[in-house]
C-alpha cells in the first residue's frame, strides 16, 4: 500500500516544465517530460492527443494514456491536469501554478514495481487535502490479497484508508495468511 502512496504523491508534486506551454491541441504520441520537485527522474506521459488549455487551467491527456516513472505507471483513458490560478499575482502560465487536482478516468490501472497495483474507472487526486479517491468499481491488490468496495479514499499524509460500500456493492477482502516473520508489504 506505500508504494501506492508514493505513485499518487510523485504525480501530486509534478513541477510542470510548461514556462510558455505551446497551443497544441492534438499530435500523435506526444511525450511530455514531467520532473518531480525532489529532481528523481523525470515522469513521461505518452498519450494520442495533448490539449492544454490556459482559461480552463488544464491539460488533458487522451487516448491510450501512460505515465510512467522508473517501474511504476499508471495507463487509463484519459487523465486531465487541473491547475489552481492565483488572482493576486494575476499569472496566466500554466507552468507558473500549483496543482489543484489530477483526474485518470476510463480502465485506470496502477502497476507499482513490485507487482501489486490498482484498479478503477476513476482516480482524482487533490493535491491541497493530501487525498485520493477511487471510484467505479475500485481494487487495490497486493500480491495474493486484494480489497474492493464502491469507493476507496487514500489519506496520503496519514498512511491510511477508508473503503466504503453501498447496499449494491459491499466492501469485500481477501487476505491470505502469512507465516511467521513474513511481510507481504515490499518496499
Known amino acids: 500500500m506505500k508504494l501506492l502512496i508514493l505513485i499518487f504523491y510523485i504525480l501530486a508534486?509534478?513541477?510542470l516544465m510548461l514556462v510558455s506551454p505551446p497551443m497544441v491541441s492534438s499530435s500523435s504520441q506526444?511525450?511530455?517530460?514531467?520532473?518531480?520537485?525532489?529532481?528523481?527522474t523525470p515522469i513521461i506521459?505518452?498519450?494520442n492527443t495533448l490539449e492544454i488549455?490556459?482559461?480552463?487551467?488544464?491539460?488533458?491527456?487522451?487516448?491510450c494514456v501512460n505515465a510512467v516513472q522508473d517501474d511504476m505507471a499508471i495507463n487509463c483513458d484519459k487523465m486531465i491536469v487541473y491547475y489552481y490560478s492565483d488572482k493576486a499575482k494575476n499569472e496566466s502560465s500554466i507552468g507558473s501554478n500549483r496543482i489543484e487536482k489530477i483526474e485518470a478516468s476510463g480502465n485506470v490501472i496502477i502497476n507499482i514495481p513490485d507487482g501489486n497495483k490498482a484498479t478503477a474507472g476513476k482516480v482524482v487526486f487533490y493535491e491541497n487535502e493530501g487525498k485520493a479517491i477511487l471510484t467505479e468499481n475500485p481494487r487495490i491488490q497486493q500480491?495474493?490479497?486484494?480489497?474492493e468496495g464502491q469507493r476507496i479514499t487514500i489519506f496520503l499524509n496519514e498512511e491510511r484508508s477508508i473503503i466504503e460500500g453501498n447496499d449494491s456493492k459491499r466492501v469485500r477482502a481477501t487476505i491470505f495468511p502469512k507465516k511467521m516473520g513474513e511481510n507481504s508489504d515490499k518496499e
Open 13 to 15: 508534486t509534478i513541477d
Open 45 to 47: 506521459i505518452n498519450s
Open 53 to 63: 488549455d490556459q482559461k480552463k487551467r488544464t491539460i488533458t491527456f487522451a487516448g
Open 143 to 147: 500480491g495474493l490479497d486484494f480489497v
Open 30 to 40: 506526444e511525450e511530455l517530460k514531467l520532473k518531480s520537485i525532489s529532481d528523481k
